[in-house]
């Protein structure tokens, strides 16, 4: 729709004029062959932004996740993680599907939990308990509104898990937002897990894929998952070359989505039936209540005036900031969001 601005996911962009031409010229061969040059630099260069050994490129971060969960667990096992994650809430019963896990929902605060959380989480050795195996961090935290996990608190956290013998992953699909928001580099959040999911497709704003990063032993062994599940992919490098321009010259303007969340919610924080505290908006996500009317027809408002918006929960909305989306577009979607409430 043209004049729409479009906040219903960062998963909206679109390709730039110089990322499709980054495509249109990139090498490619037989991934599952191991012959695609473009495939292979993306892994390689996100496994070092990471500071891990290895990664391996999947058409989603459902699948990165899935397989990382695959990888680390057998049927029966257990998995802690938020009760609002990602891996647990909208990747279809994946777990219990693909690995035959179970997940034990900790009660994270914005999808943030402690290592007390965790240890109250553990299990006596006993013969009638699952085998709990793993822990899930989510980084940024997409139902926490785009919460931004502090170090500190992922050392604690990996501390209690690694003395537990229990592996660590991250679901770091908005890692990026994170660390550009913190100022810690990626690899400072990534150090402290066993196994860690990026996505390409989200604010990054490439057209498709996520990788997997670890030791270059458990990236052999998500490498068979991925082909199993029907991820091997042959001439990729197409879709990877937008994934590498993404990530040399996409990762620092992230800053400006934040800004743009920051002013967007400053501005809806100051009508009158809408509950948001601004100062809790740390990267390019806002979740808002609304108290004056359905989130599904306010939604249907705004759409009739140009600003495209999720409903996602009985009293709630998300609008998520994106390489598509300029200061004045906020502006523009601002005095929408205040022509409808009050009407
Ligand atoms: C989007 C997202 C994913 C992966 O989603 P796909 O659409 O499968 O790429 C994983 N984790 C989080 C937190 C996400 O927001």
Known sequence: MPGTIDLRSDTITKPTPAMRDAMSRAPVGDDVLGDDPTVIELERRTAEILGKEAAVYMPSGTMTNQVAIRCHTEPG????????????????GGP???SGATCRLLAGVRGIFTAHDVVAALRPANVHYPRTRLVCVENTHNRGGGSIWPLGQIG???QVAREANLKMHLDGARLWNASVASGAPERQYAKH???????FSKGLGAPVGSALAGAAEFIDKARRFRKMLGGGMRQAGIIAAGALYALEHHRQRLAEDHANAKRLAEGISKLSG?????ALVETNIVILRV????????????KGEGVLILAIGPD??????NLMVTEQDIDEALRVFRKVVSS
């Open 96 to 98: 219990a599907a693909i």
């Open 274 to 278: 809408i509950d948001l505290d601004p």
């Open 77 to 92: 096992d257990e998995i802690l993680c938020d009760a609002n994650a990602h891996s647990y809430l909208y990747e279809c």
């Open 316 to 321: 709630k909305i998300r609008a998520v900031t």
């Open 156 to 158: 604690e956290v990996a």
């Open 193 to 199: 897990f066993d196994s860690v999911s990026v996505c």
């Open 291 to 302: 108290m004056s009317m359905p989130p599904e027809k306010l939604a249907a408002k705004l």
